[in-house]
């Protein structure tokens, strides 16, 4: 087979399918199909997928990697503690990040990285957006390590923030400060 030619674009309706696989496949949680909805029909809810032009066979459209979030005011966060305000400009706002994810087979290629590098340029074209900020489980090494390498800070232990099938499980919460933030 040919050489991957990974690309990003917006997600749209027809990959509601994939999406839902997906998420199925690699996350413990579950997520409502209010939450898909959101995410193909660009509620409020901001998503860019990856795909690989390469692949034969009416494949080369289908999704591979995602990245969901959302955008809001930063007062109403739980960091809200650590954001510098600056009133004349208008309300500050961040971005926090719902979901992230590659499939196993284009996993240690980059993909993450770029997903997230595409939120940090969207966050930072926005003059009054103040960073990015993400929850992961205790435990997801492979995610800390993205997220450490891209310049994200670890600013709080969250105990029992996870609860799976019963089961309590600390959360990190990680934050990328942008415009000076
Ligand atoms: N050749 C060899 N290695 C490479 C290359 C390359 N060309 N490019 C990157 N790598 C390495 C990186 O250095 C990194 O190594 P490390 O883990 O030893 O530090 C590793 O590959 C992973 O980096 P990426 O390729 O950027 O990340 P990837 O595309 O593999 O995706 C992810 C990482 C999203 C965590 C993936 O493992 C995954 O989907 N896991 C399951 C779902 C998940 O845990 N999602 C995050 C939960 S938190 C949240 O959603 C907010």
Redesign the pocket.
Known sequence: SSRPSICFRPINPSDLERLEQIHRD??PIRYESEFFQNVVNGGDILSWAAVDRSRPDGLSDELI?FVTAKIGPAKETEISDLIRYNSCKGEETLVY??????VES????????LLIKEVIKYASSIPVCRGVY???IAH?S??I??YK?MSFRCVRRLHGFYIINGQHFDSFLFVYFINGS
């Open positions: 690699i996350f990697g990040i719902l979901t992230l994810g590659v284009y996993r240690k290629r980059g993909i993450a990285k993400l929850h992961v997801n492979p995610a390590r993205l390498r």
